[in-house]
Nanobody
Framework: QVHLVESGGGLVQPGGSLRLSCATS????????MAWYRRAPGNQRELVAS???????NYAESVKGRFTISRDNAKNTAYLQVNGLRREDTAVYYC???????????WGQGTQVTVSS
């Protein structure tokens, strides 16, 4: 059975930082593109960042230069370092293991990030 468990969210002041983790079990993330999405209240889920299995990273324009995605295949864990947080970054952040086209894909349950003074 596959599990993706996010952690590291919380309440932070504007300008603050967090490190989100996505611990997985039941899959070898080395075979997956790992991604982080977020959903703000009233909005659709949006892609924040992704990293391929050859470590090519891509970011949404709104987070470039502030967020960094990484992966540790030996720990089967993906990370999202979020710096320079803004109120508009408030959302539930979800981890996604993209197995397309040859494998199933999986979602985590999400971790809440709230940016407020």
């Amino acid at each position: 059975q596959v599990h993706l468990v996010e952690s590291g969210g919380g309440l932070v002041q504007p300008g603050g930082s967090l490190r989100l983790s996505c611990a997985t079990s039941g899959i070898n993330i080395g075979a997956y593109t790992m991604a982080w999405y977020r959903r703000a209240p009233g909005n659709q889920r949006e892609l924040v960042a992704s990293i391929t299995n050859d470590d090519t990273a891509n970011y949404a324009e709104s987070v470039k230069g502030r967020f960094t995605i990484s992966r540790d295949n030996a720990k089967n864990t993906a990370y999202l370092q979020v710096n320079g947080l803004r109120r508009e970054d408030t959302a539930v952040y979800y981890c996604f293991a993209n197995g397309a086209p040859s494998r199933n894909s999986y979602w985590g349950q999400g971790t809440q990030v709230t940016v407020s003074s």
